[in-house]
């Protein structure tokens, strides 16, 4: 089974407006971490957030934000005031406490910005 | 500071060719990761490199011989590679927290692109 599922393939948004990319997990650890990563088309994986499963508060940075909800496994990303340098693909991952040096990756939602 | 680097950036090479590929991180970070990701793809783990040791082999074909001479620099020695292995590259380090550290956040390089002919 599916351990990080995106299934946005593809996503559009116009400049300044917010967009959100979906993250579904499933895991049976107590403890656990969620990550979202952007990766450009120069190859770099840039980490945006992270979300711990105990963290009583939706993470933020900056223009980012995590809408994370425990009993539903979902981690979504929500971008606000998009810019046109926000296009990109979009990973979101997990570790999990007791496979502590692996990430698991989604299939990724490849992001455009439009003027 | 949160920088890895690694080079080359792009790599052609041919299949009877030996290469290798660095990466380096002033982070003190103790984990250290090769991937391989193909386009549209997520990255695939390699190995992981935790305390200069190898702690994972992802059951990776022998053509591709990681080293960490010390905790700061990893290798990745490429030999007799096949045309599939084509890919980007990534090298990521993290702090390599103890167990229950599910908030070891991993930081990529820029990946090298290689080519084999």
């Known amino acids: 089974a599916q351990k990080i599922t995106q299934t946005q393939p593809g996503m559009f948004v116009q400049e300044k407006e917010a967009v959100t990319l979906d993250c579904t997990y499933d895991?049976?650890?107590?403890?656990?971490?969620l990550f979202w990563y952007k990766q450009p088309s120069s190859g770099e994986m840039i980490f945006l957030i992270y979300?711990?499963?105990?963290?009583?508060q939706n993470a933020t940075e900056g223009r980012y934000s995590l809408n994370f909800q425990k009993a539903r496994k979902s981690a979504n990303l929500v971008i606000s005031a998009s810019q046109l340098g926000d296009s990109a693909m979009y990973f979101c991952?997990?570790?999990?406490?007791?496979?502590?040096?692996?990430?698991?990756f989604g299939t990724g939602t490849r992001l455009q910005v439009f003027p | 500071d949160t920088e890895v680097t690694q080079t080359p950036k792009h790599l052609v090479m041919g299949m009877t060719n030996k290469k290798s590929l660095k990466c380096e991180q002033h982070?003190?970070?103790?984990?250290m990761y090769w991937y391989k990701q193909k386009a549209k793809k997520p990255p695939e783990l390699m190995f992981v490199?935790?305390?200069?040791?190898?702690?994972i082999n992802e059951s990776v074909p022998s053509r591709f011989s990681p080293e960490c001479p010390n905790s700061s620099l990893l290798n990745l020695h490429l030999h007799a590679l096949q045309p599939e292995d084509s890919a980007l590259y990534l090298c990521?380090?993290?702090?390599?927290?103890?167990?229950?550290?599910?908030?070891?956040?991993?930081?990529f390089g820029p990946g090298t692109r290689l080519t084999v002919l």
């Open positions: 990521a380090s993290s702090q390599a927290l103890a167990a229950g550290g599910d908030t070891d956040t991993q930081y």
């Open positions: 895991t049976s650890d107590p403890s656990y971490g």
């Open positions: 979300q711990g499963s105990y963290d009583q």
């Open positions: 991952a997990m570790r999990e406490v007791y496979n502590t040096d692996k990430l698991i």
């Open positions: 982070m003190g970070h103790r984990a």
């Open positions: 490199y935790s305390y200069e040791k190898l702690s």
